[in-house]
């Protein structure tokens, strides 16, 4: 099942111009009954590497076990007989999951079974994956899951007023320690970027101008990690 949510830019003008990038989803389906409720928990607030990881893959064991992931942070448990719950160390309800049956040896055979994943309920951060024989009773097996997100949008421009010398962008996705800002001017208007600082606990970047302009200044930023 592909599961979507859309996100808003807000772009505000004064002293200080912000950039916000926001988006609410709720998903949830059934299937054999209906999944047990997960824990109501949210995304993580601090931002690390491993919450800007893409490589968003997990290979579980039919007893629950990670084999291997992608990202750090990364965790799998067996709920009961052929259910089971992967999370990730993001949000991923804007993401679209693909499931197969497989063993995590790299090579060998599994008899044929089924699976379906679907966003754990409750948690935006998890899969919830159930596994059957090919008669449809569910049966634990170990399978394979990847998780495909859009990429989120990490460069734009802002427009800093005439007068103002700062401009605070919040950065989708939010930065790391390891995450580099840059921006450049790009209104000729006798101003250019002094410096671009970062705070990583508010995921936000600061671009601050050697001086106020006369009239409002374009300003393309991008944040590298």
């Not at 931002?47 to 997990?58: E, I, K, R």
Request: glycine share 14%; aromatic share 4%.
């Amino acid at each position: 099942m592909n599961l979507s949510r859309f996100g808003r830019v807000l772009l505000g003008a004064g002293a200080v111009t912000v950039l916000t990038l926001a988006g609410t989803g709720i998903a949830a389906a059934t299937s054999h009954g209906g999944q047990p409720p997960g824990p109501r928990v949210h995304a993580p607030s601090g931002v690390s590497a491993a919450t800007l990881c893409t490589g968003l893959f997990a290979v579980v064991n039919s007893d629950g076990s990670l084999a291997r992931a992608g990202c750090p942070g990364t965790a799998s448990t067996q709920l009961a007989t052929g259910e089971y719950q992967v999370s990730f160390p993001r949000d991923i309800t804007a993401c679209g999951f693909i499931g197969t049956i497989g063993l995590s040896s790299f090579s060998g055979s599994t008899p044929p079974g089924m699976i379906t994943v679907v966003g754990r309920l409750g948690n935006p951060d998890a899969v919830f994956v159930e596994t059957a024989n090919a008669a449809g009773t569910l049966t634990s097996q170990g399978f394979h899951l990847s998780v495909q997100c859009p990429a989120p949008q990490r460069s734009g421009k802002v427009t800093i007023a005439a007068g103002n010398t700062t401009a605070v962008i919040s950065v989708p996705g939010g930065i790391a320690n390891s995450s580099v800002g840059l921006a450049t001017a790009m209104s000729n208007v006798g101003v250019s970027v002094q410096s671009v600082v970062s705070n990583v606990t508010h995921g936000t970047i600061t671009i601050h101008l050697n001086k106020a302009a006369s009239r409002a200044v374009v300003v393309g930023w991008s944040v590298a990690d």
